[in-house]
């Protein structure tokens, strides 16, 4: 089973930089610019791992909005387009089991949100809060 000690490995592997670690809370937050990684949360919960990372603040959207980040969904292989629970911020969010896994899926999530952010940015940035 990965572990914190682990998932850190992985993370020194892939080339990302660490921003900041959080130890007693087992959180890495990464950075790759190139990749467009910005403050990306790593988190290792007890059985999964929580790979998250704000994309914008989003203004009260209508209905084709949110239909559209659906829509933008399909096109990852990896992880999704989500709103926070207040519904203000669009966040891209994938969960991996711990008990196998390995630097291939981690990679595989961080290559779905470059990806995403490469083909969707500009549309995604036209639902920014103003």
Known sequence: MADFTTVKEYVLELGLAIAEE???EEIIIVNDEERGVQNLVIDCEETVL????????VANGAAETYKRI?????DLVFGAFVLNEEGDSLL????????????NELE???NSLSLGLAEHGEELLGFAAK
């Open 108 to 110: 595989s999530t961080i």
């Open 22 to 24: 959080i130890p007693a």
């Open 92 to 103: 891209y969010r994938n969960t991996l089991a711990l008990e196998n896994l390995d630097l």
């Open 70 to 74: 659906l829509q933008m969904n399909r």
């Open 50 to 57: 929580v790979i998250e990372q704000l994309i914008l603040q």
